[in-house]
């Protein structure tokens, strides 16, 4: 039997076997995490963000660490705050309905729409 591969096919085909290969290939490496939290004066405890996120050699992450527990004393150099807004959710139609209860919630389509 013949299989074709349209034109979309195959650059998508090659997209998912590079993708497949780098994930096989890959070898995870250790890193290593600063996470600071600070009591204030007015007992609140704040968890400070470094910017870095993730530091891969050990020595510097130790220094690191020592500097920090070191001081007893931080300055605010700037503050930055961020609104999140959660869209609401799409209305489902009948399929969808059923279908999200049958999968989410166990239920049956009769079930579904006797609710």
Not at 74 to 91: F, G, M, N, R, Y
Request: with cysteine; aromatic share 6%.
């Amino acid at each position: 039997s013949l299989i074709s591969y349209g034109p979309c096919q195959t650059p998508t085909l090659g997209f998912c076997v590079d993708r497949h290969d780098t994930i096989q290939t890959h070898k995870p490496e250790p890193y290593w995490v600063l996470q600071v939290s600070v009591d204030t004066k007015d007992e609140k405890r704040l968890n400070l963000e470094w910017e870095r996120i993730r530091c891969f050699d050990r020595e510097v992450a130790v220094m690191f660490l020592q500097t920090v527990k070191g001081q007893t004393e931080a300055k605010v150099i700037s503050v930055t705050t961020k609104e999140k807004q959660k869209e609401k959710p799409l209305a489902l139609n009948t399929v969808e309905l059923m279908r999200v209860a049958s999968s989410g919630l166990g239920m049956g389509p009769q079930h579904a729409m006797s609710i």
